[in-house]
């Protein structure tokens, strides 16, 4: 009795199993052999990560970020520190700086595969790795994790270290961008690790990974803002799943394989009293899965739990952050299969009388073509927070000359270090680009290689 299907389906003897196939991985490395080891990705650029001859499966990305805003003069001047951010806390006089709070929105991934011309990943970089709002916050899946410094942690803009490891087969090609749709320079350190085959995935049986953001804010809810959640007012009759919130939908044959799912709840009563629709292939009504409600779709009970289990939880609670929630669904398990097309939805309240800012990143295999994936503009991107905000400076009066020498100062500073900044930027930004043309050729030459060793 052959072992090859026990072994090929068991994750934890999949190592077991001998295969043809070569391990390799594209990084942000410093060729130089320096300690330059991150990207540098300038305000309207866009950075290719990697570009890799198939066929092939890329298995693990590592992502660490950053996106420095800069509001005063350092003492250390970037170009003598070694590092590609200060991290010193500002109360120490040493610098005055910050991440972005809003830059896991304004940056966004995209992906392409074979002969794809438009992106079959399309997501904000947070997003794409589970981190909504552009809020940093733990927490450990399957298939994602996010690993956060408590002094980062429920902070928006927060220092994270993402993890995906789910499989992303491809027969010609794979290309991975980030583009930075900010105002500031982006920091990205990286790790795209793959599989080289010898010979292509049988082209009838292979799906393509794919994952696509939405957002509505507000949700289209019909109640005014005063009905209460599980009000007698909400009992209405729900029979079609008109004006749901879409979560997913595209033609073809695949499998979804779950989400991420932010809100932001204004009513401060329960924002999950919807029901999951699905609906597959020819479904009209009922659709093929409906369940009994948001928490319920998320596979928790009595609201959501404090939790983060392998295949679904919790992200961001809103006992923690109020009115904040995030929660994730993987249907690896239990994959939702469909031969021509699927639309995969969620009610925001019961009937949908909710008026929330709801976003969701969803994950699925299919064929190729996959759909023309768009996203929304930076500005319809952005998290809603609340704002902090500082009084306006007094009108400069009966000031010491030692003062107004020294708010000069801080001027003449300030200017010098941002030009030495600026300068040391372009500088990484210019070697980014190049390292970036030489990961191609490296993977070029990884694969002659392997290909080579075959005909020993």
Sequence with gaps: MSTTAFLDGDLMSAAAQRKVARSARISSWDQSGLNEDAF??????????????????????????????????????????????????????LNFEDNDPDYYRKVIIKMYWDDSETPNVLAPIGDFFCLGHSMAANFQSMPFTVSVKPSEEKKFGGNAAFNCYVPMPFNKRARIEIENQG????????????????????????????????????????????????????????????????????????????????????????WGEGDDMIFIDDDKWPPSMHGTGGEDYFSQGWGMQKNAYPFAGTIIHEDDVPGYQVSYRWHL???????SKIKVTLEHGHANHLRD????????????????????????????????????????????????????QRDERMKAFVEDRNKWLERRAIASRERARNNIEIAKDIKRRFMESLKE
């Excluded at 970037?78 to 006089?93: D, P």
């Excluded at 995935?201 to 393509?208: A, G, R, T, V």
């Excluded at 064929?367 to 503009?377: A, N, S, V, Y």
Aim: glycine share 6%; proline share 10%; with cysteine.
């Design 40 to 93: 540098i990705v300038q305000p309207g650029e866009t950075a290719t990560l990697c570009d890799i001859e198939g066929p092939g499966k890329i298995t693990h990305l590592w992502f660490v970020q950053a996106c420095r805003r800069i509001l005063g003069p350092g003492l250390i001047p970037y170009s003598k520190s070694g590092v590609a951010m200060m991290e010193i806390h500002n109360a120490l006089g």
């Design 183 to 270: 105002e500031n320079a982006y920091i990205q350190y990286f790790y795209i690790d793959y599989e080289l085959r010898p010979a292509p995935f049988d082209p009838s049986e292979i799906l393509y990974f794919h994952a696509h953001w939405r957002r509505e804010n507000p949700t289209k809810g019909w109640a005014p803002d005063d009905v209460q959640t599980n009000s007698l007012e909400t009992q209405v009759p729900a029979l079609d799943g008109k004006g749901n919130y879409t979560i997913l939908e595209t033609e073809g044959a695949g499998a979804y394989i779950g989400c991420n799912h932010s809100v932001l709840h204004f009513q401060n009563t329960w």
């Design 333 to 339: 398990p239990d994959p939702v299969r469909f031969n």
């Design 357 to 408: 800012d709801w976003s969701s990143t969803a994950y699925w295999y299919q064929t190729l073509p996959g759909p023309k994936l768009d996203i929304l503009p930076v500005d319809e991107r952005l998290p809603t927070k609340p704002e902090i905000k500082q009084p306006e400076s007094p009108a400069p009066q009966n000031l010491t000359q030692l003062q107004i020498a020294n708010i000069k």
